[in-house]
């Protein structure tokens, strides 16, 4: 993807319709990332338990709504591992800009337990986002891989309801051939402060760009089905 640092948001660069990456009752695809300490590690590593996987960044307001939710999932869940990728920076600024080096990239991953108290383990993708773009690109998406390394379930918008309705099930190992499109909206005020982090240029490209966003939002619910 040419410029997949953007230093500025734009709604063009998220295509809602269609969900690349692995389908659920597919296999999963491995990758490689950075923990905060620092090692190399693979999504592999972790297919001791089932992973439910996350993406994030900490100028996000949809991540940053979902963080204690999710922190509660994974108290609520001990026999799976809950795995945050950081990706790119979904709304840059003055403030918190655009990633230009790995090293930032590591920087604001670990701002990332301040700013939101997250309690997960947090892998940072490499700085082309090769990680995020084989999931499919969308800034706050999930995922439920089995043991086994099949998608049980994934959503391009994390979706806590969702996602507990499919962890509370007796037999996770089941084959789940579902997709999820349902965008909850964040606390107005979450949303506010996350957008700050990111500098008040990144609060006003969002507001510009609401509309074309809320356009975007009103196409799939409509009852157009998510490409796949």
Same mark, same amino acid.
């Given at each position: 993807?040419?410029?997949?640092?953007?230093?500025?948001?734009?709604?063009?660069?998220?295509?809602?319709?269609?969900?690349?990456?692995?389908?659920?009752?597919?296999?999963?695809?491995?990758?490689?990332?950075?923990?905060?300490?620092?090692?190399?590690?693979?999504?592999?590593?972790?297919?001791?338990?089932?992973?439910?996987?996350?993406?994030?960044?900490?100028?996000?307001?949809?991540?940053?709504?979902?963080?204690?939710?999710?922190?509660?999932?994974?108290?609520?869940?001990? &026999?799976?591992?809950?795995? +945050?990728?950081? *990706? %790119?920076?979904?709304?840059? =600024?003055?403030?918190? !800009?655009? @990633?230009?080096?790995?090293?930032?990239?590591?920087?604001?991953?670990?701002?990332?337990?301040?700013?939101?108290?997250?309690?997960?383990?947090?892998?940072?993708?490499?700085?082309?986002?090769?990680?995020?773009?084989?999931?499919?690109?969308?800034?706050?998406?999930?995922?439920?891989?089995?043991?086994?390394?099949?998608?049980?379930?994934?959503?391009?918008?994390?979706?806590?309801?969702?996602?507990?309705?499919?962890?509370?099930?007796?037999?996770?190992?089941?084959?789940?051939?579902?997709?999820?499109?349902?965008? &909850?909206?964040?606390?107005? +005020?979450?949303? *506010? %402060?996350?957008?700050?982090? =990111?500098?008040?240029? !990144?609060? @006003?490209?969002?507001?510009?760009?609401?509309?074309?966003?809320?356009?975007?939002?009103?196409?799939?619910?409509?009852?157009?089905?998510?490409?796949?």
């Amino acid at each position: 993807m040419e410029n997949y640092n953007y230093e500025h948001f734009d709604p063009k660069e998220y295509n809602f319709k269609t969900f690349v990456g692995p389908k659920p009752g597919e296999l999963y695809v491995d990758f490689e990332a950075t923990t905060l300490n620092g090692e190399k590690v693979r999504l592999s590593t972790y297919l001791d338990k089932p992973i439910v996987l996350e993406t994030g960044s900490i100028t996000c307001p949809i991540y940053a709504s979902r963080t204690k939710a999710m922190n509660k999932l994974m108290h609520d869940h001990p &026999e799976v591992h809950f795995l +945050l990728l950081y *990706i %790119r920076e979904a709304h840059p =600024g003055k403030r918190t !800009a655009a @990633i230009k080096h790995f090293e930032e990239k590591m920087e604001h991953a670990k701002s990332a337990r301040e700013l939101y108290d997250e309690r997960r383990e947090i892998l940072v993708d490499d700085l082309d986002g090769t990680a995020h773009q084989l999931y499919g690109s969308m800034p706050n998406m999930t995922y439920l891989i089995g043991q086994d390394g099949i998608i049980r379930f994934r959503a391009n918008w994390t979706n806590i309801d969702a996602l507990e309705r499919i962890l509370n099930q007796e037999n996770k190992e089941l084959i789940i051939k579902e997709d999820f499109y349902d965008l &909850e909206k964040p606390n107005p +005020l979450i949303a *506010i %402060r996350t957008l700050l982090i =990111g500098g008040v240029d !990144a609060l @006003i490209e969002f507001l510009i760009t609401l509309p074309q966003l809320l356009k975007q939002h009103k196409e799939v619910k409509r009852g157009d089905d998510i490409k796949s």
